[in-house]
């Protein structure tokens, strides 16, 4: 772990007061204290802007050891950012300070672009001061008690036991099949009554106003009246048949 009366310096000698070492080593590099340490002896802001990778001081005040060894002349009085300048087939170039335009071409405002190491984030340092392990294990017994309660469950659910979803299940699907099954029964109810036949019920003459004669054909809507048909006179057969002149 550092020790905290340790100094941080910038590059000019100027000691950096919220900076704080980021190893036990003698000479080694600095970064803010809400920054995150990393092996290759840069930070990666987090606490401040710009959030981006930066070169920040040391703990040896002249420079030539265990220090970081990119932007050492850009602003040397304080902390330089390091932002990304390019990324093809699969590496990065950076930039110190920020990147310009230059004519058409894209350029590094101070210096020429280069690459950096990958570097590790460093526990007990800095921002990370309190963390002692960046290991992360599945040991958890809550975890192993939430899997073991639902052995039958593909994928286990934590927050809703295999008995609860079961339940839904049994009471969702036949209210399901009912909702279906009465909406059915409208439609074809419905179907019936457009297709069934309309009766005209028109009084037959010389009917009171809600009576019906007897004689009402009701399938074609028309009444006949209630006198009998007259009977066809028969011709006299004894008639004498008129003779003609000669």
Not at 27 to 41: E, F
Not at 42 to 57: H, I, M
Not at 104 to 118: H, K, Y
Not at 198 to 215: I, L, M, R, Y
Request: a negative charge; aromatic letters at 6%; proline letters at 7%.
């Amino acid at each position: 772990m550092a020790n905290s009366s340790r100094k941080c310096y910038f590059p000019s000698g100027v000691i950096a007061e919220t900076n704080v070492p980021c190893s036990g080593e003698e000479y080694t590099s600095c970064c803010h204290y809400t920054d995150i340490c990393l092996s290759n002896g840069l930070c990666l802001s987090a606490g401040q802007q710009p959030y981006t990778l930066s070169r920040g001081s040391c703990t040896n005040q002249r420079w030539d050891q265990g220090c970081p060894e990119y932007c050492a002349d850009v602003n040397p009085d304080g902390g330089c950012s390091i932002v990304n300048f390019s990324f093809r087939n699969r590496v990065s170039r950076y930039c110190c300070g920020t990147a310009t335009l230059d004519g058409s071409e894209l350029a590094c405002r101070d210096g020429d672009d280069f690459t950096v190491p990958t570097g590790d984030v460093l526990a007990g340092y800095a921002l990370l001061k309190n963390v002692t392990s960046l290991n992360v294990t599945s040991d958890s017994p809550t975890h192993s008690n939430s899997t073991s309660s639902c052995p039958t469950c593909s994928p286990c659910i934590n927050t809703l036991s295999c008995n609860e979803t079961t339940v839904g299940v049994g009471v969702g699907v036949p209210l399901g099949i009912i909702a279906l099954a009465t909406i059915g029964w409208a439609l074809w109810e419905r179907r019936r009554r457009k297709q069934a036949p309309v009766f005209a019920v028109t009084p037959s003459p010389g009917s009171s106003p809600g009576e019906v004669k007897p004689s009402a054909i009701y399938d074609t809507g028309v009444y006949a009246t209630d006198r009998k048909p007259e009977r066809m006179s028969e011709l006299d057969s004894q008639r004498p048949v008129a003779e003609l002149n000669a």
